[in-house]
């Protein structure tokens, strides 16, 4: 492994994108590849929305709205105020200049280009030069399985983003689908990418939801097996509670622990190496015992330098022990 | 025919929908169905923009942009900026409010709706009570046919939108195409406003790209002829200028004098009324010669009192000869 190895980061959205901005500000362009969900893709209001792909791609644009968590910093709402006297949806809160991401994207799909190939040249004008790209080409949809409630008798499923946005993640989980993974195929540029990782971080993602998607595509994650000895887990969990999203008051719905160890053993035969919180350490003992190695440090981002830090960290720790 | 006659209108964009509104203001809702061009629709960014349809919906709906000429009054630019900044189009400007239309009508279009559906539904949320209706559900697209000049040696085409808004109307007009024509239809709305009307009156559109394709829906025009006697049309050619757009200028490449007996003569054989603007009373004979009936009287609308003048004074005039 040369001083500057290869990593290809496994992300979903604001969590994830925060380690996957650490990432960049690390490693040379060459050496970052970033494979984002899309499993969470929809079509709203006919616009092919890809909201963790955009959130990685604005918060490596330095574009991205800290303090709302999402979308873009500066943003207006011009738009969706007319829809809203059109009668049309407001749960989903489209900003204008976001609609402008959703309308190139449309109009590249439109023109025959690939979400891979429409996702480089959104990246390409944004100054974004460490190479983004969605798990896959083809159109793959989370169904979230709520348990009964006073509205259903049996157990049902929501589209992810009526379960995550409209619903505000309220239904109790009991399982998911991805509707259309067997589909999916692995692109010439993930395939690329994994070929040439020297490392693989899955970074502080929803296990459920935006990792298992992306190492669902049919021999997506026997590839990463093959071929990158060194497969990093960074716990979402963090003393109890998910930092960003549902993935703890999901764990708890899935009758597992809210822990990293419920975390580390959800990856075991996958993860070779597990980065947990300092305030997690109690758990290190049980971990090791999973047969990963483990790195004890502080993984909650808020700054840009922790960002960068965490990412560094990792890196040194990679190297130290390869 | 009733104190209140039935009114099929033919309108194209910005100086039909003046009268348009003339005429809503004058006849009850039940009394007026107005037809709009949609063969300068296209697809951009891939979203459906019916510019005539918009701008009279827009116009009657009191949210039209009077001194922009086009769009909606108070509109925004933030989606616009955004686009440039990711490379793409900015010569055909979408203001934020504005696309929440093109939003509204690219979802309904995609949950299989007609146009003439979302036309409906849209009305109906900016309480536009009078009928508007597109000239047909199926995609038409105007070419406009230009003459050789520097870059070309031969004749070319350029789609509609691009020779009006992109190239500003600057090349010389030769001819016009309306692909798709042939496999449009008279959709029973259209087929059932012509049915139960008294009156047509062709709004001061261009006879060339706004009307001619309206007219040009197969039958429709020999269904008019059927069931309408009364045919007025107000001539969009006023003391050698059109009041809005190319119509004078296309005229004259097309050797065809600048005047009203022109756009009369053009007519001729369909038109059982003409109006002109009292500074081209000279022409009156000419028109008189071509077996029409005329009237002379103020067709200029600045005003919302002028929109509402002309619809009274020609509905007066209807009613005193029929």
């Known amino acids: 492994m040369s001083n500057s190895p290869n990593v290809l980061a496994l992300s979903g959205g604001v969590g994830g994108a925060k380690l996957a901005l650490g990432l960049s500000l690390s490693l040379p362009v060459s050496a970052l590849s970033i494979v984002a969900n899309t499993a969470d893709d929809f079509l709203h209001l006919g616009l092919p929305i890809s909201p963790d792909l955009d959130t990685v791609m604005y918060t490596l644009a330095g574009l991205n709205n800290r303090e709302q968590g999402w979308g873009l910093a500066?943003?207006?709402?011009?738009?969706?105020?007319?829809?809203?006297?059109?009668?049309?949806?407001?749960?989903?809160?489209?900003?204008?200049?976001?609609i402008a991401t959703h309308l190139m994207r449309l109009?590249?799909?439109?023109?025959?280009?690939?979400?891979?190939?429409?996702?480089?040249?959104?990246?390409?004008?944004?100054?974004?030069?460490?190479?983004?790209?969605?798990?896959?080409?083809?159109?793959?949809?989370?169904?979230?399985?709520?348990?009964?409630?006073?509205?259903?008798?049996?157990?049902?499923?929501l589209p992810f983003q009526s379960y995550f946005v409209e619903q505000q993640c309220k239904p109790a989980v009991t399982g998911f689908r991805f509707e259309g993974?067997?589909?999916?195929?692995?692109?010439?540029?993930?395939?690329?990418?994994?070929?040439?990782?020297?490392?693989?971080?899955?970074?502080p993602s929803n296990p459920f939801v935006s990792i298992a998607p992306i190492l669902g595509v049919p021999g997506l994650k026997q590839r990463v097996l093959d071929n990158i000895s060194t497969r990093v887990?960074?716990?979402?969990?963090?003393?109890?509670?998910a930092i960003k999203?549902?993935?703890?008051?999901?764990?708890?719905?899935?009758?597992?622990?809210?822990?990293?160890?419920?975390?580390?053993?959800?990856?075991?035969?996958f993860a070779s190496h597990f980065v947990l919180d300092t305030?997690?350490?109690?758990?290190?003992?049980?971990?090791?015992?999973?047969?990963?190695?483990?790195?004890?440090?502080n993984t909650v981002m808020n700054s840009l330098e922790d960002r960068k830090e965490l990412a560094d960290t990792i890196l040194r720790w990679i190297q130290a022990s390869g």
Chains 1, 2 share one sequence.
């Open 74 to 98: 500066g943003e207006s709402w011009h738009c969706m105020t007319a829809v809203e006297r059109l009668g049309g949806p407001s749960w989903f809160r489209l900003g204008d200049q976001d």
């Open 107 to 157: 109009n590249g799909l439109q023109q025959g280009h690939s979400l891979t190939q429409v996702t480089e040249n959104l990246c390409q004008q944004l100054d974004v030069d460490h190479q983004l790209l969605p798990m896959c080409d083809e159109a793959v949809r989370t169904y979230v399985q709520c348990a009964p409630d006073n509205h259903h008798d049996t157990t049902y499923e």
């Open 181 to 203: 993974i067997e589909r999916a195929v692995i692109s010439p540029a993930v395939a690329s990418a994994i070929e040439n990782a020297d490392i693989m971080v899955v970074c």
């Open 233 to 241: 887990v960074v716990s979402p969990i963090v003393g109890g509670i």
């Open 245 to 269: 999203g549902p993935a703890a008051k999901m764990m708890a719905e899935l009758d597992m622990p809210r822990t990293p160890l419920a975390v580390a053993e959800y990856y075991q035969g």
């Open 279 to 297: 305030c997690d350490e109690c758990f290190v003992d049980d971990i090791l015992a999973l047969d990963m190695q483990v790195l004890v440090t």
